[in-house]
């Protein structure tokens, strides 16, 4: 466990003795604990160039179209994994060129934009390649999509493209995000 989640826990406990001394039940004694504060990971991020490496990993097959709609859902829309899981068809607006991403870790819906050749992988997928696959209900994504699954499409898609970083579905979302941070695009 890393030093944020041990302090959480601590503090919960605490939290809880305070709650129960001033119901006059019993009281936890919690001895002082310091914990060191974990060492700061280095994100990965790709380059634009790796990115379109990626993107030209894939081609027009079944597999190939589920690819880049993987890739389009964790980069070009910068999702985080149950992100893209939860997505529906009736999500993707066609029209209007958005993605409605429904509650996910602070509780938030949102729209996301979604560029017009994410768009047409997007159409593509729904029109030829998506039956191909188990379906999941309404689900955008179809087939295995466990996160390790994903992932390992994500690892053959860089072994194709000769690239080196230890990446995961989370890091085309940081790669993204820097990407249009470098645009000077406003947070």
Known sequence: LNGKTIQSKINNVRLFSQFTEAT???????????????IKTHKEILSQAEI???YNQTDDSVKGMRDRVILGLYY???LRYKEGLRVELNHIDYKKE???ITPSKNYHSRYVPINKQVLKDFKDYESYARSSFEMNGNYFLSGSTSNGTLNKILQNLCEKANVKS???????????A????QKEMPI
Do not use: M
């Open 24 to 38: 006059e039940k019993i009281k936890i004694y919690c001895t002082k604990v310091e914990i060191i504060p974990s």
């Open 52 to 54: 379109k490496n990626l």
């Open 76 to 78: 070009g829309c910068g």
């Open 98 to 100: 958005l993605l409605f």
């Open 166 to 176: 230890e990446i995961c579905l989370h890091s085309l979302r940081h790669s993204i």
């Open 178 to 181: 820097t990407h249009l941070l």
